[in-house]
């Protein structure tokens, strides 16, 4: 009966080339991607991952998604325009992690809500920082005098024993 099945399905591959269905495919022509590559098992998410333009952090447990998104925190309120809109986006992620921390799931990651006021005061800092910066028009034309590069802490332990 298999012998009866491969014969069957020969045939329809012949016709459908004969038919012409299988010129101009999409892909015609290239290597097959990954071929001559080692098996990795988590090819299939990866392909997907790069073909939808995602961010590989979606792969992640939510604690250590959210412990990312507490780190990348100074970079992403450096730009808005107002404190109460870095209040709001403090608030929504401090109402995110109380959500995790209510009905934890994944490994155990210590996550913490995020300081509001300390990060609104990081924020003040930053912006006249930038203001100093941008306010200065004269040009720096001197040269910093060379510092003697820091030695770490170990050498000096190194050096007394």
Request: proline share 9%; glycine share 8%; charged share 35%.
């Given at each position: 009966?298999?012998?009866?099945?491969?014969?069957?399905?020969?045939?329809?591959?012949?016709?459908?080339?004969?038919?012409?269905?299988?010129?101009?495919?999409?892909?015609?022509?290239?290597?097959?991607?990954?071929?001559?590559?080692?098996?990795?098992?988590?090819?299939?998410?990866?392909?997907?991952?790069?073909?939808?333009?995602?961010?590989?952090?979606?792969?992640?447990?939510?604690?250590?998604?959210?412990?990312?998104?507490?780190?990348?925190?100074?970079?992403?309120?450096?730009?808005?325009?107002?404190?109460?809109?870095?209040?709001?986006f403090v608030g929504q992620l401090n109402a995110q992690i109380v959500a995790w921390l209510r009905n934890p799931d994944g490994p155990r990651v210590v996550v913490r809500p995020v300081?509001?006021?300390?990060?609104?005061?990081?924020?003040?800092?930053?912006?006249?920082?930038?203001?100093?910066?941008?306010?200065?028009?004269?040009?720096?034309?001197?040269?910093?005098?060379?510092?003697?590069?820091?030695?770490?802490?170990?050498?000096?332990?190194?050096?007394?024993?």
């Open positions: 009966m298999t012998e009866a099945w491969d014969a069957a399905v020969e045939a329809q591959i012949r016709g459908a080339v004969q038919r012409g269905e299988f010129d101009d495919l999409p892909g015609m022509g290239k290597p097959i991607p990954g071929r001559g590559a080692p098996y990795d098992e988590s090819w299939w998410i990866k392909s997907f991952l790069e073909r939808e333009a995602l961010p590989s952090d979606l792969l992640l447990p939510t604690p250590l998604q959210l412990r990312r998104r507490i780190e990348q925190v100074p970079d992403e309120v450096r730009d808005l325009p107002t404190e109460q809109s870095v209040r709001d300081n509001a006021d300390e990060v609104v005061r990081h924020w003040h800092t930053g912006r006249t920082r930038r203001e100093v910066h941008t306010s200065a028009t004269e040009p720096v034309t001197g040269v910093a005098p060379a510092r003697r590069p820091r030695r770490g802490w170990w050498l000096r332990w190194r050096r007394r024993g």
